[in-house]
């Protein structure tokens, strides 16, 4: 794996974009997996079509990657003849098989290694410089010392020497960036712990799960240089339960979590809608339901994000747009979830999550923690107090005279428990009022293009729509897409506006019931040439299977 | 440093008048809970009482300090969450024998082997009072319920000796009617660093009217606490189940609630993903 991760770097350094996901057997460690890449000198945030290159190491278990790894005739396969015979699913698609001794040329190098000599020949075939890889290696054998950097050095050059059989392929790069041009390398559950932290979060708590560990690992030494903490809980229920408690402290809190950890925070989500308590539940969907697949993306936790808690439940859910947004849109939801004392839920998934892209460095946003306190409290001080906006000031633990018990019981202004029904409809109508009625701005969101073919979607599937759009319009289409950021509430009248005059909509998405397309109809009058499109995974939504989509309406 | 102002017992109870039945052991709980309190002088402000659902989880609506009531079996992780994050606050975690050993089972373990510095106070009347009278864990084989006709036959779940096996800092029994005792043994659990556990037996007079008899029955713990698990174990095991006492006082290092206090300049956390 590590060639591919390389690979990306040198792209990176080379001025390209690009991003990498991986697909792995069922193997915990080791066993056979795959890097995918796409490479681009335009910043591209998905997988689309066919692969223009394929190296393969070893074709044992191929059948498992085939259908994620599609080739056609134009697919450049470069194997080793040690490696065993090409399967029949790679000769049937392409005729352009390039034999070449990869093992070989490794073995006959002191401490060679294949995924070296197969960087080399990679990095040769796409155009990059020798010079400039081989400097990036140097940099990360550093610690191995002198002799893993000399046998990095060979196997690369060996590599670049024979990627002339690979003229096949065509060179994109370098591409050398404008200076000051500033670009990132992460995965979006990187970019989410540092949207968590930029957004003020100081407590974490931690239950691993796949594909959401990553943030959790990535805000355990973060949180500890930025004065916070995180803590290992023993299940999802203490976790949830763990941010509720520091919350309440007054400390932005967080978790992130999977479907299933969602699932079982439900109750207590609820308890933090009624308690009025903070807090940020991020979701990196997977395959579901039950445990699924834990590897591979899907959005069909949308249900159970807006819908699954009991009771009259107001709540926040937001899914970022891109890779990159979910750094925005976390540090956004840390600013709701406080400015309005209430549960946001971060609805991200596997792709967005674990993808490792090249992108232009996000802008900084001013959205931070900022929550309505009260600091000197007087002798009436009503915690859940009906205010006109619903956002009642929180008194925290140290604060003299505010002592107040929070509860998930039907309370009264104060606090106290209440089965009262003019309590229980203003308490209510109060948490509803705060939610429906905040200003969220443009940021409910993403919209590009104009036209009368319009295409809604949300989360990952925004990447695939939009690169499809902008395909479509070299075609000399007029569509516009929209990716609706915050998913609850429902801006139900801006999104109206945005459909006012619609000739054909489709909604995408990547799940079964088209959970979203349902969402949608049971909130808004939409347009009657409304069409939902939707798979589940793990197969993801292509830019050509949206691009078809649309051809195929346009046409009629 | 303010002047200092003798708090009362009384300057820690709230105005709220309780659900309990008349004659719970729960009001005498309360009041030991306000006594302690005043004992430690510690500002209602400072003190926040954190629990799930029952009835003994209604107490902290009738204290003055915070309080946060709950889910059922919750209160545990939601008053490490507050510890950990606001370290300075005397934090109290109290409720049934339900809440805290059964739905909240898991969370007990947990709490005990993590050793945060906080003090958990189960009501203990071996049975489920809110909902009317089933049995909880810690439940007699042989006690007829509706629920379970005849008795569930299962061995109770054994909290004390638990608590000694999970890694908790402090063990003891009370009974509530004992507000003296069941005082000075909370002063002592909040002062002890690390998790303390107080069981209280606390007769639920409504579904178990026999435990009116525990008054009689219950005994002190004739030797001084122990710092040895194994030891306090055995005595434990080989009790009544009414010696009351302190019976075990750890020496371990609490979980440590130490944290830098550098905020680092935000952009030090960009750097790694630059190119
Ligand atoms: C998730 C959930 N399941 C069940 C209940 C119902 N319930 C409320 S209190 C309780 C048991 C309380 O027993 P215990 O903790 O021993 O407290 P006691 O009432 O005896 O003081 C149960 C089962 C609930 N509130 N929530
Ligand atoms: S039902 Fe039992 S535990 Fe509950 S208040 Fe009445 S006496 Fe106390």
Known sequence: MTAGGLLLDAAGKAGLYGLQTRSVGPQIRGGEAAALLRLADWPVETHSGAFDLLLALDWSNFSRFAAEIKLDARSVVIADPVSGTVPEIVTAATQNIVELPIKEIADNISGGRVNMVALGLLCGAIGLHEADLI???????????????????????????????????????????????????????EAAGLGALRGGVRFAAAYPITPATEILEWLAPALARAGGTLVQAEDELASVNMIIGASYGGVPALTATSGPGLALMTESIGLATAAEVPIVVIDVMRGGPSTGIPTKSEQSDLNIAVHGLHGDAPHLVVAPVSLADCLFTTQWAVHLAEAMQAPAIVLSDQFLGQARMIVDRPADIAFVAARRRTENPDDDYARYALTPD??????????????????????????????????????????????????????????????????????????????????????????????????????????????????????????????????????????????????????????????????????? | MNAPVSLKASDYKSDLKPVWCPGCGDYHVLLAVTKALAELQRPAHDIAVISGIGCSSRIPAYLNAYGFHGVHGRALPLGTGLKVARPELTVLVAGGDGDGFSIGGNHFLHACRRNIDITYLVMDNQVYGMTKGQPSPTTAPDWDSALSPGGTGLRPFHPLVIALASGANFVARTFSGDIKGTTQTLVEAIRHPGFSFVEVLSPCVTFRPEQREWKSAVHAAPVTPTDDPARAARRIMTDDGFNTGILFRGTRDPYSLARSDTVADMTAFERPFEL
């Not at chain 1, 939409?526 to 691009?547: C, F, I, Q």
Request: glycine share 10%; charged share 25%.
């Open chain 1, 135 to 189: 400097e990036l290696i140097a940099g990360k054998l550093v610690a191995k010392g002198a002799s893993a950097i000399e046998a990095g050095t060979a196997c690369l050059h060996e590599g670049f020497q024979h990627s002339t059989r690979l003229d096949a392929v065509t060179a994109i790069g370098p591409e050398r960036r404008q200076t000051g041009e500033r670009r990132w390398l992460l995965t979006g559950n």
């Open chain 1, 390 to 556: 619903g956002i009642s000031p929180m008194s925290v633990p140290g604060v003299a005279g505010g002592q107040y018990t929070a509860d998930g019981l039907a309370h009264a202004v104060s606090g106290t428990p209440s089965s009262a029904a003019e309590d229980h409809l203003a308490q209510l109508a109060k948490r509803r009022r705060k939610i429906d009625e905040f200003v969220y701005g443009d940021h409910w969101a993403d919209i590009e293009g104009d036209g009368d073919f319009v295409i809604v979607t949300w989360g990952s599937t925004a990447a695939p729509v939009r690169e499809a759009a902008e395909q479509a319009r070299a075609h000399g289409l007029h569509i516009k897409t929209v990716a609706v950021r915050l998913l609850a509430p429902l801006k139900v009248a801006a999104l109206a506006h945005e459909l006012d005059g619609a000739r054909r909509v489709l909604v995408v998405e990547q799940n079964e019931t088209g959970q979203f397309h349902r969402y949608l109809r049971s909130l808004c009058d939409l347009p009657a040439d409304t069409r939902a499109v939707h798979h589940p995974g793990p197969l993801s939504v292509t830019p050509d299977e949206v691009l078809g989509e649309i051809l195929k309406e346009h046409s009629l």
